[in-house]
Structure formats: C-alpha cells, structure tokens
C-alpha cells in the first residue's frame, strides 16, 4: 500500500509539472492595463501600445489583434519599434502595413522604428510605406497633441543601432522640446539615464525576458540588457517619470518559445493625479 501511495503522489506531481509548462506555454493575446497619475491633466486619455510585432500572424487579416485594439477604444496608438521584422521571405512586411493602415484609419498612429527595421536595411522605405498608411513617423522629432482636451507633447526617437551620433542627436532635440504633459516613444528600455526629464516613457524591445515565472521572476534574458533583465516588462517608477515597457507581440518569430510571458497589448490610462 505504501508503495501505491508513493506512485499515486509521484503521479500527481508530474501531472501538476506537466500542467505548470503548459500553461507557461500560452501564446494567446492579453490585453495587459497601467493606470499612470499625470499632473496638469483634467480629462483621462488613454493610450495603446503596441510594439515588437515582427509581422506575426494574428489570424485572417489579422482579426485577433485588430479587434482586440478595436475594443480598447484608444484616444492614440504608438507603435514602439520592431514593427516589421528583418525577414522579410519569411514575414512578409505587408502583414505589418496592413495592420497600421487599419488603425490610422481610427486613430491617431505614431510611430519609431526599432533594431529589426534597421537590420534589415529598408529602414527608410519601411518608414514611407508607413506613411502611406497614415502612420505619422517621429525621428527626433515632437508633436503637440490635443487629446479629450489635453494638451500632451509626444516626442519618438529611433532605435540607436540608426547609429549612435544619430541617436544622441535626436535625444539632444526631443530633450529641448514641447511643453505640457512630456510622453517619449523610444524602443529601447534600458537606456533609463537617457530619459530624464519625461513624464512618461513608452518602450519594448525586451520581449518580456522572454521566460518569466509569475511572482519569482521576471525576465530571464533579454537583448541588450542580459540575463535577468532590469527592465523586461512592467511598470517602472524611474528618477525621474514613469516608465512602462511592452513585452511585444512576437510569438511565432522568437527563437525559444514565450513562457509564461503572453503576447500583450498595452493600455496606458492617463488619469487625474491626486
């Protein structure tokens, strides 16, 4: 009998071991919310981030992801880098343009490119055919924006593998600019020292760490930041601002499996500090 009970227990720990990958496995989209406090704002505007979509597959015509926008019914949508990916035989860059048309035609839609579109050496195409959907792409440059009456100075930088002096150059620009609520769209998460001075910082680029284990740890490895990254996905409270960094859209793409790390959507809730 005591040897049937061992088995049963041994049995039933590998049955729960079995459940716990397979569950850390789930690729499904989630819709992932942050509520941020912005001084000086009298009417909440809410923001979608979505980045390192690498021209992944969502469905016909990309339905699942769309319509999970759709339902969130932003006020604007960034798109933070590694939107089209660098394989262009294997995901093909209209997957990503026809997304971005879709949702310029409802939104507000702006744009920074990330490392994939520079690798990849269209970088500057890639940046008109985006244009040509609607998408208004930012290159150091910052716009003022009127959002439910808000006035919110939005400022993007490309990735830095555009080239250092180029990157520095831009930070230099959106630094000395706009005034009002202070937003920067900028890929990379791990340049922190960089972005002082912003209200609230929008980024990706780190896939979430790619393999997490909820309440222990939060990203295992990420590029350009290493093993246990600092800052893999979440909400940051930096120096200086907020930060909240996406853990991207990629799934299929990605070289090891996502675990416990689902592809997310991003919804920022700008809301009335106290």
């Given at each position: 009998m005591r040897g049937k009970g061992i088995k049963r227990v041994l049995m039933g720990m590998l049955a729960a071991l079995l459940l716990f990958f397979l569950l850390g496995l789930d690729t499904r989209l989630v819709v992932r919310r942050y509520m941020v406090?912005?001084?000086?704002?009298?009417?909440?505007?809410?923001?979608?981030?979505?980045?390192?979509?690498?021209?992944?597959?969502y469905g016909e015509e990309q339905e699942k992801l769309l319509s999970a926008v759709w339902a969130q019914n932003p006020d604007l949508v960034l798109l933070g880098g590694d939107w089209i990916d660098d394989d262009f035989g294997h995901r093909p860059p209209e997957r990503g343009y026809d997304v971005a048309r879709s949702l310029a035609e409802k939104y507000p839609t702006y744009y920074v490119s990330g490392n994939h579109e520079v690798w990849s050496g269209y970088a500057e195409e890639i940046k008109r055919e985006l244009i040509a959907c609607g998408v208004d792409v930012l290159e150091g440059e910052s716009v003022e924006l009127t959002l439910n009456g808000q006035r919110i100075c939005l400022s993007g930088v490309d990735d830095p593998s555009i080239g250092e002096e180029v990157w520095e150059e831009q930070m230099a620009r959106v630094q000395a600019a706009g005034e009002g609520y202070r937003l920067l769209l900028t890929h990379r998460p791990e340049r922190v020292e960089s972005y002082r001075g912003f209200d609230l910082i929008l980024a990706g680029h780190a896939h979430g760490g790619q393999w997490?284990?909820?309440?222990?740890?939060?990203?295992?490895?990420?590029p350009d930041q290493g093993w246990f990254p600092a800052y893999a996905g979440g909400y940051y409270e930096l120096e200086e601002g907020i930060m909240v960094v996406s853990r991207g859209l990629a799934r299929e793409t990605t070289r090891v499996p996502r675990f416990y790390n689902r592809p997310e959507i991003v919804v920022i809730d700008l809301v009335l500090a106290d």
């Open positions: 406090k912005a001084d000086g704002l009298t009417e909440p505007v809410r923001i979608v981030l979505l980045t390192d979509f690498h021209c992944c597959d997490r284990i909820p309440g222990l740890l939060n990203g295992l490895l990420a």
